[in-house]
């Protein structure tokens, strides 16, 4: 039913206004109870074989939202429902800020692929906040943080360390941004000593509180090898948590589509990022002796699509564009073929 009548329903809007209205009814829908009783088993498997514990949490299986679907925290119960077994917030900045000027959203239908550059547009870190502390879900949920688009490079370590003590007690695991292509010179910030300087601030908080929650980097699938091994010296160097891989790409080889799309400005999702992000999380999985927890996120549209990610070393893995394409039972499917 989703591809044959939804989805083309959709497709008939512009994407940032579709993904609007569709969240909207998914919002009703929970409100009026319909993902918690009828529908309920249409979604959901439960079962403990797909336990995971990583990272000091508990996920009810392996299959998470990745960030950048619900931005603001205002969704989190309803995409529960549908049986994520984790779901990331962000990405939270510490103002908010409107992102870039639209349209910054483009389905590229024949790739299976989306390209955006929304430029972190989000309500700011204490809306989230608001949000979360009012929401009843039984997930874990994760902050996804960067800075905000007008903090120069040398003060971005204040954003990241504003959106981290605010969320602290809010959030179950962290994800630092610095992987995103839409904030100008934001990548520069993936360099050893510049991530560094901004771990050892957030470990430094959170040594002071009584609860330690695992901090985890987000990175690109367009880093050379000499950078990927610098990342996983650093991750046993400062103790980071896990990684998060990947992000979207800047690359567009062998793409389908007309070229009025592929050469839209942004990162770009979706089918095409599949190998890329997969052949990441190998090197990493190689290079450290699977000592690195990894979260494999990109191009997962299909069961076997998160296997491979899987087999490759991640532990977990988050879906966002296959997720449009494929639809809410894409979660599932995945559940299930990971019991066989």
């Given at each position: 039913m989703y591809k044959s009548i939804?989805?083309?329903?959709?497709?008939?809007?512009d994407a940032e206004k579709a993904h609007y209205f569709a969240t909207g009814w998914l919002q009703r829908f929970y409100n009026l109870g319909l993902l918690t009783s009828p529908l309920s088993p249409a979604f959901k498997?439960?079962?403990?074989?797909?336990?995971?514990?990583?990272?000091?949490?508990t996920f009810p299986n392996p299959v998470g939202l990745a960030a950048g679907f619900d931005k603001d925290a205002k969704w989190i119960d309803p995409l529960a429902e549908l049986g994520f077994g984790f779901i990331e917030i962000g990405t939270v900045t510490p103002l908010a800020q409107l992102g870039n000027p639209k349209p910054r959203l483009f389905r590229l239908v024949q790739d299976e692929a989306l390209i955006n550059r929304m430029g972190f547009n989000n309500d700011g870190v204490e809306a989230a906040v608001e949000r979360i502390k009012k929401s009843k879900h039984n997930v874990p949920i994760g902050g996804n943080i960067g800075k905000n688009k007008l903090t120069p490079n040398d003060k971005a370590l204040d954003d990241y360390r504003i959106a981290f003590e605010k969320l602290y007690d809010h959030v179950d695991y962290f994800a630092v941004n610095v992987s995103s292509p839409n904030t100008p010179g934001l990548r520069e910030l993936q360099g050893k000593d510049e991530l560094k300087r901004i771990f050892d601030a957030l470990f430094e908080f959170r040594a002071r509180q009584s609860t330690e929650k695992s901090v985890l980097l987000k990175i690109a699938p367009d880093l050379s090898q000499e950078q990927l091994l610098d990342i996983v010296s650093l991750v046993g160097e400062i103790k980071i948590d896990g990684l998060i891989a990947t992000n979207t790409?800047?690359?567009?080889?062998?793409?389908?589509s007309s070229s009025q799309l592929i050469d839209q400005a942004g990162g770009l999702s979706g089918a095409p990022v599949l190998q890329k992000s997969t052949d990441v999380i190998r090197f990493i999985h190689r290079e450290?002796?699977?000592?690195?927890p990894i979260?494999?996120?990109?191009?997962?549209?299909?069961?076997?699509?998160?296997?491979?990610?899987?087999n490759a070393g991640a532990s977990l893995v988050q879906l966002y564009t296959g997720f449009i394409y494929e639809g809410p039972w894409l979660i599932k499917n995945i559940i299930k073929r990971l019991l066989q």
């Open positions: 939804i989805r083309p329903l959709l497709y008939l809007m498997v439960k079962d403990k074989r797909l336990e995971r514990n990583i990272f000091g949490l790409t800047l690359d567009r080889s062998h793409l389908k450290s002796n699977g000592s690195i979260i494999g996120v990109g191009g997962i549209h299909s069961p076997e699509d998160a296997l491979e990610k899987l």
